[in-house]
């Protein structure tokens, strides 16, 4: 059975997600706070592996017209270093938004600004894996 991981990866924090046991929704699981590049790599494919990823989804950011910013550039040099860190094969999906509407759902649900830093990546990661998700689902 497949599990999905997704990681929404920043400079300070990288969140993760993990699907449900049947492959329908996403799960905001925990915020990793980085510390350094090659230390970041080996923790997020080690957290993969314990989290019993088959598929690895990571986040890449893009401008809002779909071109490519330097953020885009420094999440596919980690990407690449993850790949070669890893049997567990990695895609990336676009996420564009994610962080957005992560902010906005802990906003109206009334969490206080220091807290949200917290939470935030995780839950933009599970978007980013809902979104993948419903690719899956249709088929594309």
């Given at each position: ?6 990681f ?28 350094g ?7 997020i ?7 019993g ?11 809002f ?5 330097l953020q885009?550039e ?17 895609v ?8 957005r509407?992560?902010?906005?759902v802990l ?6 600004r ?11 990661a ?15």
């Amino acid at each position: 059975m497949e599990r999905y991981v997704a990681f929404d990866i920043g400079d300070k924090r990288i969140g993760v997600a993990v699907s449900d046991p049947f492959n329908t929704y996403a799960l905001p699981s925990q915020t990793y706070f980085r510390k350094g590049f090659k230390e970041d790599v080996a923790a997020i494919a080690e957290i993969a592996r314990q989290k019993g990823a088959t598929v690895i989804i990571c986040g890449l950011p893009v401008n809002f017209d779909g071109s490519e910013a330097l953020q885009t550039e420094k999440t596919r040099r980690f990407i690449e270093a993850l790949k070669n860190a890893t049997a567990i094969p990695v895609v990336c999906e676009d996420e564009r938004f994610t962080t957005r509407m992560a902010h906005d759902v802990l906003i109206s649900e009334g969490m206080r600004r220091e807290k949200r830093k917290n939470y935030v990546d995780a839950l933009a990661a599970a978007n980013i894996l809902d979104g993948y998700l419903a690719k899956l689902k249709k088929g594309v």
